[in-house]
């Protein structure tokens, strides 16, 4: 069986100034010269991202946008594509996050053209799924993520690498996980549907667990059924939070990647 390409990924949102690159740094110097257990990426404000690769250029720290516009160039102030990432020095993006999808009213089919987006532009895409407080109590996890799964990703993500992060939405930034049971179901049904669509790309794509990841709780989570990374939010910003999240991948077995 193939090992997913295991992915650390922090989610700045929108936090960070030009005063931030130096946690970078020390997040990037803490990975550097150590066993490649998983690809570790900062996916910082779009404003930073330029600065942030040089600030870590020759470093294994990979760096990702929030989000992108389908359209390569255009007619959309305020907007930012795929293209524009990758130039900017971004080799991934978070797409379809629960917080665009609540504020911006994004939906299945739009992450799915962004996704496509970045296809086109070299970029990885990490495609959020999750469910709400109230889906979940009325038993309709399970089915709203396994929709989101299927409607977010275009068919052309066959062959291709991307990742998938579940972010049970009543989890972020809340101080509460699901359970490991509760996301090793998760997870394994997410990677069921995409190896029945992808085949093999559906067998490689890491599935990140998103939603309250700290030092505390990651050494658990990340050990759980098909977990194959982590997307942290508030722990990502400092060296001190992060890294020891980095870390505790150590007890794992190492990855393919
Ligand atoms: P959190 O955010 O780790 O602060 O809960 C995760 C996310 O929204 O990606």
Redesign the pocket.
Known sequence: MLTPRRLIAG?WKMHGLAASLGEARAIAAAVQGRPPLARVAICPPATLIHRMSAALAGTPVLLGGQDCRPEPSGAFTGSISAEMLADAGAQLVILG?S?RRRDFGETDSLVAAKVSAAFRAGLEPIVCVGERADERRAGRALAVVLAQVRGSLPDEADGRDFAVAY?PVW???AGVTPTLPEIGEMHSAIREALAARFGEAGRRAPILY????SPANAGEVLAGREVGGA?????SLTARTFVPIIDALAVLRPSAS
Do not use: Q
Request: proline fraction near 0%.
């Open positions: 989610n996050h917080e972010e989890a972020i930034g998103g939603g309250s990841v997307l942290v939010g508030g722990a």
